[in-house]
């Protein structure tokens, strides 16, 4: 049988029709025309990190919400970004607060990350909210896991009981993906950059993530037969952080790259936002 194409450029799409509609009958209950607000926060001048927030702020407009945009300098201090984050935290039509990682080193990320209201966390970075998902407590998760665990969702793959090994171990994509999983009823492994015999362990992985940074890192022959394969790396000459196309005729589904983990990863920050908008007006739906 061919292997399933985990399209997350398709699915994305289909997010983004019903987040248009959901942002709509918001707006109708509230009687107020002014859409929920994404408040993006960007540091410094990091090209790659400016087209992800600008990325974010036209999903934002696709399906009707506004995106604040803050653009601070490369100088900017712990404590600048802090009451940045502070008056963001205040400010009532904001429902969702995003910034961008990584923020330039004399900042403290981790304290700045933190102060982010729980409620408008929606980018799922704070350690509050890390916690709280892994306890199996709502909270926003972190959006690039959140969204391969709906993309693995929407494609009907077995999560339960099968071993799951996810390269890399980041607090924004290793660390919450491998807790979204074991949540999910996967035996789970993570591997870094200390783990002995990584292709032993990937061999093992009847559900792979790779999350290293390092283009075509983990390779096709370390991937056994029938896995699914989730690549969240993208890198110059479109290719992972997975060698992807030897293993595609022999694995059972896969994320193309790029086209999978991306989009979905824009998609679920952006359906976070509205439910956090649909939360702060009190009209949260049912069943999601
Ligand atoms: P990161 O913070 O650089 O983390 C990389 C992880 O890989 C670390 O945990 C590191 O281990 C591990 N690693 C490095 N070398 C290794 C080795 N030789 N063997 C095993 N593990 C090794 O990266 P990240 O932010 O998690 O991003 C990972 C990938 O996802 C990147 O390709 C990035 O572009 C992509 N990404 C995509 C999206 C999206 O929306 N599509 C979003 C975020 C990230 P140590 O902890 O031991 O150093």
Sequence with gaps: ?????LDGKAYAKELEAELTARVAKLK????????????TILVGADPASATYVKMKGNA??????????IALPEETTTTQLLAQIDELNANPRVHGILLQHPVPKQIDERACFDRIALEKDVDGVTSLGFGR?????HAYGSATPAGIMRLLRRYGI??????AVVVGRSPILGKPMAMMLLGANATVTICHSR???????VRRAEILVGAVGKPEFIKANWIRDGAVVVDAGYHPGGVGDIELA?????VAAYTPVPGGVGPMTIATLIAQTVEAAEKAIGTIRKNR
């Design 133 to 137: 998902m892994s306890m199996g407590e």
């Design 246 to 250: 030897p293993v595609i005729p022999r």
């Design 1 to 5: 049988m061919p292997p399933t194409i």
């Design 60 to 69: 934002c407009r696709r399906v009707g919400m506004e995106s604040l945009s």
């Design 158 to 163: 077995e999560i339960a009981g099968r071993e």
């Design 195 to 201: 783990t002995k015999n990584l292709p032993e362990v």
């Design 28 to 39: 109708e209950q509230t009687g107020n025309p002014e859409p929920p607000i994404l408040a």
